[in-house]
């Protein structure tokens, strides 16, 4: 995003703009926004902050209800929307990542991996997995510190609304389909 908006805003730095966007990682809708071209870091964080809250606003009940954080739920999120791109599968693979976390399983999910080191599931090394950096899941059991990316509307209601089952293993194979079990 932030060469994106250097190329098109005047007055926007993107050093500036990335640290001030990195601790509200998840937080910074997604979506298309139009801006004069004098705007600056502060007006775009702002803008795409204001318009998480805007479409939180309809999961707002679901949100308090929940025994989750929106923290919590937001960072689930964010690991959903890297690990599948289809509604059906983004809901099953919340309720496989929730049977996880209630039996205290590591998530063991590889997309952290992207986000902390840029690295794919077919380019991580035995070392990567053992690595002890707070966002890897086959280390570090439950949610990683917070969100790895900014989530779409699908993935938080996922997140919200996971399918119930009880598969605990999920693989995508090279077709895009996802297959679940139990064992």
Do not use: C, W
Not at 30 to 46: G, K, R, W
């Amino acid at each position: 995003m932030a060469i994106i908006y250097k190329s098109r805003l005047l007055r926007f730095d993107t050093e500036k703009f990335l640290a001030k966007a990195q601790p509200q990682e998840g937080f910074l809708f997604p979506d298309t926004y139009y801006f004069l071209p004098n705007a600056d870091e502060d007006t775009v964080i702002n803008t795409m902050r204001a318009g998480f809250d805007e479409k939180m606003l309809p999961y707002a009940q679901k949100i308090a209800s929940s025994s989750h954080s929106l923290h919590d739920i937001i960072t689930l999120a964010s690991i959903i929307e890297r690990e599948a791109s289809r509604s059906d599968d983004r809901h099953m693979i919340a309720g496989v990542l929730y049977n996880r976390l209630a039996i205290n399983m590591p998530l063991q999910v590889d997309v952290t991996f992207l986000y902390i080191m840029g690295k794919n599931t077919f380019q991580l090394t035995l070392a990567d997995l053992r690595s002890d950096n707070p966002y890897n899941t086959y280390v570090h059991k439950g949610l990683p510190p917070g969100p790895i990316g900014s989530p779409s509307l699908d993935s938080i209601d996922a997140a919200l609304n996971p399918e119930k089952h009880k598969y605990i293993f999920y693989l995508a194979d090279n077709g895009g389909t996802t297959h679940y079990s139990r064992t």
